[in-house]
């Protein structure tokens, strides 16, 4: 459990539970159509929430995915989920621990649930797993996103582009 003293609340980050999925595709929701308002590539597809349910299902029993969430007063208020991806053939191989999906109810942002999930991914599964390196993709229009993952020591490396037909 962790104590956040500057605002005085308390939360707890555990691995994510079957029973948990339905409030994770509530906040997963919100974050998609945040994203939605200015990227119409996040547009929900009409079986995207049925999809999305059945990869959390299949994180919370598979070792190479790791599912987090952060509770206040038993409530899920924000989660993450990543997963092992190794890379071989070409270049030297590499695990990376990559980072999916995170994202804290907008109450209870700027409080180091954000911080404190990323560290349990870090050192509870990407750690454990070997991983070369963590990785995560952010839009960049997603100011506060680029500054979080900026502070936590996440550097850019690859710029990824599009053209719409």
Same mark, same amino acid.
Do not use: P
């Given at each position: 459990?962790?104590?956040?003293?500057?605002?005085? &609340?308390?939360?707890?980050?555990?691995?994510?539970?079957?029973?948990?999925?339905?409030?994770?595709?509530?906040?997963?929701?919100?974050?998609?159509?945040?994203?939605?308002?200015?990227?119409?590539?996040?547009?929900?597809?009409?079986?995207?929430?049925?999809?999305?349910? &059945?990869?959390?299902?299949?994180?919370?029993?598979?070792?190479?995915?790791?599912?987090?969430?952060?509770?206040?007063?038993?409530?899920?208020?924000?989660? =993450?989920?990543?997963?092992?991806?190794?890379?071989?053939?070409?270049?030297?191989?590499?695990?990376?621990?990559?980072?999916?999906?995170?994202?804290?109810?907008?109450?209870?942002?700027?409080?180091?649930?954000?911080?404190?999930?990323?560290?349990?991914?870090?050192?509870?599964?990407?750690?454990?797993?070997?991983?070369?390196?963590?990785?995560? #993709?952010?839009?960049?229009?997603?100011?506060?996103? =680029?500054?979080?993952?900026? #502070?936590?020591?996440?550097?850019?490396?690859?710029?990824?582009?599009?053209?719409?037909?």
């Amino acid at each position: 459990m962790h104590n956040e003293s500057n605002n005085r &609340f308390y939360f707890e980050i555990i691995k994510g539970l079957k029973e948990d999925i339905e409030e994770i595709i509530d906040l997963w929701i919100q974050t998609i159509n945040w994203h939605a308002e200015f990227e119409k590539d996040f547009i929900l597809d009409s079986e995207g929430k049925t999809n999305f349910k &059945f990869v959390l299902e299949t994180a919370t029993n598979d070792i190479t995915q790791a599912l987090y969430v952060a509770k206040f007063e038993k409530k899920v208020v924000g989660f =993450l989920y990543g997963y092992i991806r190794t890379y071989s053939g070409f270049f030297k191989k590499r695990i990376i621990a990559h980072i999916s999906d995170i994202t804290i109810q907008e109450e209870f942002r700027r409080k180091g649930i954000g911080t404190e999930l990323m560290k349990k991914f870090e050192n509870e599964f990407a750690r454990n797993n070997n991983a070369n390196c963590m990785s995560l #993709n952010v839009h960049v229009k997603n100011s506060s996103g =680029l500054g979080f993952y900026d #502070n936590l020591g996440f550097t850019k490396n690859l710029i990824s582009m599009k053209k719409d037909l």
